[in-house]
């Protein structure tokens, strides 16, 4: 399984917890496609031109070849999709994608750490004189990386003096001020991609003004840097137990493909920030090919509130309209009569305040019960030492499975923090006992 879907379901805690919270908004929802927002048209020919020179650019990855069998199609779903063009095997490689900008993820709950080498440990951190980056060593400020980051940064006029100058603003503001650094076309390509101009998109660019003047046309460059990047950017898996900062990253390609969550393509990337993308069952000719943008391993309520607050649609699929998510139950409470081993579940899933009722013995519950349960489950989960492996494996088997389903996404989720830890963690590691063959 990739990394990424894990650490999506490391995180589907704080889903749970903001899940009342976002209902609230939900009045002013709006209309339900499963890519709203439109960059400037381009003709799907010149679209598919540079999508080719992009991906032409591209290394192949340690040896794998892979012949291109989709095209930039209309997609069912109104506006382009990637559609197969023959039928494709499980296992084969789609594409290799690489980020026209990456860098930090804008959240001021991320830690910050380095802006070259990604180091979040270290007792040597100090912010660049010249540009307030922060940065771990002589060696990663001798790096063209820094020197590039730093030559743009560096050339703007201060309002405050550059000591004065919080680095966690500059990390966060890092990804989009490195679209100044792209190419024309390169910019080009980045003005064409689907981008929500939501007013709240471009904050970091608006906080770093306060420190900074900088010319109009370099902040209008930013600020649809930030647009396209809320529409297409991918988090960046790191390897598990590795602590760097979180990273994203602008992929063109992948960016192309519409959500669903039943995705059939997986990807992963290697240590050059290459995407490769792989069919993850068998597309036949004229499939849409789809990634998915949202936990997996989350139920239909936590992904269409992620989906919404991060994308901006409400997704509609198979699996979202199914209460039972294809007999997974990712999603279900227990009965709320104490008699009844039955499990609770939306009626109307793709309505958020649906009422839930229980399989067994029919019990209405209205949603704003379900919303507070919810709450209370992930003021739980927020409780917890995600650290301390003992603690979960109690909290695992002792409590939280006499008030939620074994198949419940928390369950799984513990579950899937466990594994992780088995083996890795001190006092949990395997031993490794030699057998003599004779
Ligand atoms: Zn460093
Ligand atoms: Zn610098
Ligand atoms: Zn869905
Ligand atoms: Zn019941």
Redesign the pocket.
Known sequence: MSRLRLSHARSASSAVIKLADLYIHIERAVQCRHRPGRGRMLSLEQLSQMVKEHLGLCEYVEGIDYACKWAIEESPLGGRGLIATEDIMAGEVLFVDRPLIHGPRASTALPQGCTVCGNLDSDNFYK?P??A?LLCSEEC?NTNV?FN??SI??RWDNKEPINDVDYNVMSRALTPVRALLLNEDQRLFMGYLQAHTLPQHGAEIRTLKEYFEIPEEEEQLMTLACCALDTNAYQIATPYGKKETSLRGLYPVSGLMNHNCVPNTRYYFNSDLQMTVKAAKPIRCGAEIFSCYSGVLWGTPARRTHLYKTKHFFCKCDRCADPTERGTLLGALKCFSKLCPGYLLPVEPLKTNSVWRCLECDMRVPYANICAIQGALGGLMGSLNFENVGELENFLVDRITKYIPKTNQIVVDLQCRLIWAFGEVEGYRWHVQAIELN
């Open positions: 660049c010249k540009c980056l400020q820094h980051d730093c940064i560096s």
